[in-house]
């Protein structure tokens, strides 16, 4: 597969795209607004320049993997794309309706993939009439940093196309892991309920934050304490996909917790909006 279609320019969006252009595939990469799409060069320029300075990337190298990628706002121009990634935003309605679109307009034989963190696969191919060649694609992020990607199969995904993004994951240099389709996969169904256990840790006065974070730090050895982490993902992701897992699996063991809802209501949605559990600058 030479031609990749990504859909959305974001955090997650750029890096699929400059993993792929880095691989040696074209890619096109669509958004909806042209400054959405000046942030993502902007951003893809940033993380390439960084690579040549750690010396993973030549200069030359790092020019290539630019000129491999071709911005543009029409959905259109995915068309001839053998694979799309969707990297939009983590909305049912808005990925529903992008792979009907997608159904349309790629070739019959092209894999349409989601990045979706908790959306399950099986819904997003009902969308299509092509479920069988519909995947979940889940990178993390940085990606162009993180090895793993979840590679999830919905009820209809067939063998091909399951063994295809496998074998292009790992010519990615990417450690593919597969997955069912579940609510929140492997990774946010253990992941997030830790973030909401600390959240609740510190509502319940158990412990400062700075406590929190440092006894998962040094006890635990995780690289980044569960409230920075938190801040970092984007507070209202976290409810986000906590609502799902409590919403579909039924369990109030998955209740978000409810200064969680509340630090989203107030718009403190962590590192992008400058205050989540701490604070942070400009």
Partial sequence: MQRIGVIGGGTMGNGIAHVFAQHGHEVTLVDVKQEF????????????????????????????????????????????????????????????ALFTDLDRLCPAAGVLASNTSSISITTIAAATKRPETVIGMHFFNPVPVMSLVEVIRGLATSEATFQTTMELARRLGKTPVAVQDYPGFVSNRVLMPMLNEAIY??????????????????????????????DFIGLDVCLHIMEVLHRQLGDDKYRPCPLLRKMVAAGYLGKKSGRGFYEYGK
Avoid: F, Y
């Avoid at 750690?54 to 190298?61: F, V, Y």
């Avoid at 935003?89 to 990925?95: A, L």
């Avoid at 929190?212 to 920075?228: A, T």
């Fill in 37 to 96: 799409l000046d942030r993502a060069m902007a951003t893809l320029r940033g993380n390439l320049d960084r690579q040549v300075k750690k010396g993973i990337l030549k200069a030359d190298d790092a020019q290539t993997t630019l000129k491999r990628i071709r911005m543009t706002l029409r959905l259109d121009d995915l068309a001839e794309s053998e694979m799309v990634v969707e990297a939009a935003t983590e909305d049912p309605k808005i990925k529903l």
């Fill in 201 to 230: 840790c510190l509502m319940e006065g158990v412990a400062e934050r700075e406590a929190i974070d440092m006894v998962m730090k040094q006890g635990m050895n995780h690289p980044m304490g569960p409230l920075q982490l938190a």
